[in-house]
């Protein structure tokens, strides 16, 4: 009975320790471990002062990513703000985002757009009196070559031309109110002169609250996509060349669809 008892025992505590192991392994494959985050930021560090020994750079401590059992530090300079890029370090080779980020200006292009977002939310959220669950704006066209970095934000001289892009509702959706809100949008937005290219809105159906989102009480809408800012003229044929704006939009839309899986299953043949 003794011996018994001593089983099991011990075969408890094999079985504890197996559970514990378990435990560590799924955790480690999950979070990564100190010591692997330790080596790989000494790596990140060392490759970081090599590779840009003029910059005044700081490295966060690393962080592991379970997806593609990766280490990885985000790098940023404490004189540039536009200066920011992650390394990351996988099976001992070297990760650098620096030649597409920093270099080719995407950070500064992101910065500016960022700017531009919040600059036009608050005018939307102060003067488009109606609901809405998306508002704000883009930089399309974009030209990175012409921006430095750490530029400043000038709503004037940005690197392309400026899209306004509103999601709002209305009781019955209608193009005759889709053309009275985007002329009040495009009246909103030259009386702070914001010089925008085009607009795009969608008119959908009351929203209801779930969940703390907006969401349509039926997912039917109207939307009218990238329409020129030149075009928006108080005219009574302002609904209808809306119309048919939208309807030629999804047209070319669906052709290229239609040549992007055309394409696909062409490759797929080869």
Not at 217 to 226: G, K
Request: charged share 30%.
């Amino acid at each position: 009975m003794k011996k018994k008892n001593i089983f099991l025992r011990i075969l408890a505590a094999a079985t504890g320790l197996m559970i514990i192991f378990l435990l560590l392994m799924i955790l480690n494959s999950m979070v990564g471990n100190p010591i692997s985050a330790y080596i790989a930021t000494n790596k990140i560090r060392t490759y970081i002062t090599e590779a840009y020994p003029a910059e005044n750079l700081i490295i966060d401590k690393a962080s592991y990513n379970f997806k593609d059992n990766s280490y990885g530090c985000v790098v940023h300079s404490s004189t540039s703000e536009d200066t920011i890029f992650f390394v990351s370090v996988r099976y001992g080779k070297i990760n650098d985002d620096y030649p597409y980020e920093v270099a080719n200006k995407y950070t500064t292009l992101r910065r500016l757009e960022d700017a531009l977002d919040k600059e036009v939310e608050a005018i939307i959220k102060d003067g488009f009196p109606y609901q809405m669950r998306l508002f704000g704006a883009k930089i399309i066209e974009d030209d990175v070559q012409n921006l430095t970095l750490d530029m400043p934000y000038n709503i004037k001289e940005l690197p392309g031309s400026i899209e306004v892009i509103v999601w709002t509702c209305a009781e019955k959706p209608s193009y005759d109110i889709m053309a009275q809100r985007m002329l009040e949008l495009k009246n909103l937005m030259e009386h702070y002169d914001i010089p925008v290219e085009r607009y795009s809105l969608s008119l959908e159906y009351p929203y209801h609250e779930e969940d703390g989102q907006l969401i349509p009480d039926m997912f039917d809408s109207l939307t009218v996509n990238e329409f020129p800012a030149e075009q928006l003229i108080d005219s009574s044929d302002l609904p209808r060349l809306l119309e048919e704006y939208a309807v030629k939009k999804e047209t070319e839309g669906e052709k290229v669809k239609e040549a992007e899986i055309k394409d696909t299953n062409e490759k797929s043949l080869e």
